[in-house]
């Protein structure tokens, strides 16, 4: 089982910043996948970022390449993701995720292949 708890969010002006972090806890293998993903009202739920904790590769929704950035500090069993050059588009609920099952890489920011989610947290971005 895998505990995840998001915090960070807020409301922000177009072309502002925020942080977002997710806390793990739990079984570590249950952690391999790491991911944000976020939902819009009355949209799908999308993957915005992700990683395989034993690599370095990331992968990005193309909507965010170059704004936002994904990251850990595993000595705090934290997942971060930086947004900056936010925009009312980057609004949503944001959730953190993460799974055990191996995956090719068009599945990272597949919300079906997460088994383990956060309860979320709101980011509004006004202009």
């Known amino acids: 089982q895998v505990q995840l708890v998001e915090s960070g969010g807020g409301s922000v002006q177009a072309g502002g910043s925020l942080r977002l972090s997710c806390a793990a806890s739990?079984?570590?293998?249950?952690?391999?996948?790491m991911a944000w993903f976020r939902q819009a009202p009355g949209k799908e739920r999308e993957g915005v970022a992700a990683?395989?904790?034993?690599?370095?590769?990331?992968l990005y929704a193309d909507s965010v390449k170059g704004r936002f950035t994904i990251s850990r500090d595993t000595a705090k069993n934290t997942v971060y993701l930086q947004m900056n050059s936010l925009k009312p588009e980057d609004t949503a609920m944001y959730y953190c995720a993460s799974d055990r099952n191996w995956k090719y890489s068009y599945m990272l920011l597949d919300p079906a292949r997460y088994l383990y989610w956060g309860q979320g947290t709101q980011v509004t971005v006004s202009s």
């Open positions: 990683f395989y904790t034993y690599s370095a590769s990331v």
């Open positions: 739990g079984d570590t293998d249950g952690r391999k996948y």
